[in-house]
């Protein structure tokens, strides 16, 4: 069974920045895409970003390119997504999610395992 702990969520000003981890259980980390998504009070999950199972290409939802940036380190079976720029509306619990296979995506469907969330809250 595969266990997605994320680490690394708390609350920050505006303009401020919070590094997001997500540690994987498992030894075939590195053959898996992962995802960060997000959902905030009422509203459905979203996708944020993604990355490839190598750390070669990633794809950003448009409300965080250029804030936001995915990255993956395969020895420590982990996934990080470094948020700058923070603002009211980045506030959210975030999920990281294991691909069910090598590729990425942006719908939710296409990852199978999970982790708890980590809550996001950015004060104006």
């Known amino acids: 069974q595969v266990q997605l702990v994320e680490s690394g969520g708390g609350l920050v000003q505006a303009g401020g920045s919070l590094r997001l981890s997500c540690a994987a259980s498992?030894?075939?980390?590195?053959?898996?895409?992962m995802g960060w998504f997000r959902q905030a009070p009422g509203k459905e999950r979203e996708f944020v970003a993604a990355i490839s199972r190598s750390g070669s290409s990633t794809d950003y939802a448009d409300s965080v390119k250029g804030r936001f940036t995915i990255s993956r380190d395969n020895a420590k079976n982990t996934v990080y997504l470094q948020m700058n720029s923070l603002n009211p509306e980045d506030t959210a619990v975030y999920y990281c999610?294991?691909?069910?296979?090598?590729?990425?995506?942006?719908?939710?469907?296409?990852?199978?395992?999970w982790g708890q969330g980590t809550q996001v809250t950015v004060s104006s």
């Open positions: 999610a294991r691909a069910r296979g090598s590729l990425y995506s942006r719908s939710s469907t296409a990852y199978s395992y």
């Open positions: 498992g030894r075939t980390f590195s053959a898996y895409g």
